[in-house]
């Protein structure tokens, strides 16, 4: 996995674990999708943050907003309020899908992936979205068990 250096960084979040080569890496084109995956409503961020100090993190959004949504000044201030624990990637040309040949991943829908990325490698899609396997990927393919399991499922 390519990572561009030219990108606008909207939001800082932490910073991302230097010497962490085990990563979640989550692409969101928001032309065709929205912010909403980064809401406490499908997990608790910070408290994920918490439970997984050695995992980095790092977001990508792709694309450029539609009908005046998710404008970079939209975009910095919704994950200031949600107070996102990670770092976000604004990906206007859409680069980082490009580079990597997102399209040839195995999927319909190509506008939210999530990766588990070892040494900038994939290893495999992340099923974030599904508590279990959110942490069962981890520990199957890291090692990683959270800290506190009861805040993360």
């Known amino acids: 996995m390519i990572f561009p250096d030219n990108l606008e960084i909207i939001h800082q979040g932490n910073p991302t ?14 032309a065709k999708s929205s912010t909403y995956l980064f809401t406490d409503n499908i ?11 050695d995992l980095s993190v790092i977001v990508y959004l792709g694309g450029k907003g539609k009908d005046g949504k998710n404008s970079p000044d939209q975009l910095r201030s919704f ?4 107070d996102f624990p990670y770092p976000v990637y604004l990906d206007p040309e859409d680069q980082f899908f490009q580079i990597n040949q997102l399209d040839n991943v195995d999927l319909e829908y190509k506008t939210v992936l999530h990766f588990l990325v070892e040494e900038n490698q994939i290893l495999d899609l992340y099923e974030f979205g599904d508590p279990n396997y959110r942490v069962s990927q981890l520990e199957k393919y890291f090692g990683m068990k959270p800290k506190n399991s009861s805040q993360v499922l």
Not at 17 to 29: G, L, Q, S
Not at 43 to 53: G, I, Q
């Open 43 to 53: 997990v608790n961020w910070k408290d994920f943050a918490a439970s997984y100090p």
């Open 79 to 82: 994950f200031k309020r949600q």
């Open 17 to 30: 674990c230097p010497d962490c080569n085990e990563k979640a890496v989550f692409y969101v084109n928001i």
